[in-house]
């Protein structure tokens, strides 16, 4: 039985005898445990199938520790962190020796970020290592945003759950690498890229393609539904094209009409692009488990979060 529960004192001891927990942060739940131990990041691996090319995110609780995880950070990243920490904005920096081959996946720069979540901060300030974490769920399918849905992705695989509610921003954090002072972007996410912007001005694009990411979370596919997925801006008709089936859709705001047999899910009755983005996963993880024989998904305005929403419905679609 995997527990649900508030209770910090367990966490740290299930962490100190290098398990795992699932953790809380403002994106989404993170797979958890003690990044200096290549035993308990092991576990990590294991437990999600996830390959060991794959690499992981450093969690720390305070500024002070980034001299343990990182060297010759660039002043660009100092300030970076200054400005988004606490919160979704997730840096690639060169490795110290303390932090395991394994958590980088050999790779010479290491992730890191410091989540925002209360009982996550006061979690890692109450540790004296910081957290690898990926986030909690198998390999390439949806990330949870809920407790529940991490308890129904490893019921009895996991000891403990540590509840810290329904994940604020909900999409995972951006990520930025650096090359000669300049940020690159190498994950859309929960960060404003115009927020950043101000601080870096014109964010580069890597140079990798798809065959060869440097970020695997840039795979085409990823985030995927094991139902039949399609990404539309024109639901009436991809509605036409599927006849007699079981459908669900996926929406921005509310519909002109409702459809008889038809299940619709509205991501922010509201119109908002913040609270779409907090019902994304949440919404597809339901979607999913309603045995449906097809989800139609619409694109959400392309502004601000709603371009990191977009992006996790093309690779949700991606064949
Ligand atoms: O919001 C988030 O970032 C959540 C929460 C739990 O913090 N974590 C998360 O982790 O999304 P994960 O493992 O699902 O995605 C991390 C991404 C992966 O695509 C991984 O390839 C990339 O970060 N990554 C990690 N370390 C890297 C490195 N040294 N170089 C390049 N990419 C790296
Ligand atoms: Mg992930």
Same mark, same amino acid.
């Given at each position: ?142 990330? #949870?945003?809920? !407790?529940?849905?991490? *308890?129904?992705?490893?019921?009895? +695989?996991? /000891?403990? %759950? @540590? ?49 060869? #990411?440097?970020? !695997?979370?840039?795979? *085409?596919?990823?985030?995927?539904? +094991?139902? /039949?997925? %399609? @990404? ?88």
């Amino acid at each position: 039985m995997t527990e649900i529960n508030t209770n910090i004192e367990q966490a740290i001891l299930i962490l100190k005898a290098d398990d795992l927990v699932a953790i809380p942060t403002e994106t989404v739940y993170g797979l958890a445990a003690n990044a200096f131990s290549e035993t308990a990041v092991e576990k990590i691996f294991k437990l999600k199938k996830r390959p060991s090319f794959n690499p992981l995110i450093v969690h720390i609780g305070s500024i002070v520790e980034l001299d343990r995880i990182a060297k010759n950070i660039p002043p660009l990243a100092i300030e970076l962190a200054k400005a988004f920490w606490p919160g979704p904005l997730t840096l690639l920096l060169e490795k110290t020796e303390l932090i395991p081959n394994l958590v980088t996946a050999q790779n010479k720069t290491v992730a890191v970020r410091m989540p925002n979540h209360p009982a996550t901060l006061q979690l890692l300030s109450e540790l004296d290592f910081p957290l690898a974490a990926p986030s909690a769920n198998p390999f390439m399918s949806v990330s #949870p945003t809920k !407790p529940e849905h991490v *308890k129904k992705y490893f019921d009895g +695989k996991l /000891k403990m %759950i @540590l509840d810290g509610g329904f994940c604020s921003e909900g999409i995972e954090s951006t990520i930025l690498g650096f090359e000669n002072n300049n940020a690159v972007l190498y994950r859309q996410g929960s960060c404003s890229t115009a927020e950043i912007e101000k601080i870096t001005g014109k964010l580069l694009l890597p140079k990798s393609d798809n065959s060869t #990411p440097k970020v !695997p979370g840039m795979l *085409k596919r990823h985030y995927a539904p +094991k139902t /039949k997925f %399609i @990404l539309t801006s024109n639901y009436k008709k991809e509605l036409r094209n599927h006849a007699n089936k079981k459908i669900g859709i996926m929406l921005f705001s509310a519909p002109s009409e409702l459809l008889p047999n038809i299940s619709f899910r509205i991501l922010s009755e509201k119109e908002s692009l913040k609270e779409a983005a907090q019902n994304l996963f949440a919404t597809l993880i339901e979607l999913d488990a309603m045995k449906l024989d097809l989800i139609i998904a619409v694109y959400v305005p392309n502004k601000g979060i709603g371009k990191s929403i977009n992006d996790r419905l093309e690779r949700a679609a991606s064949l």
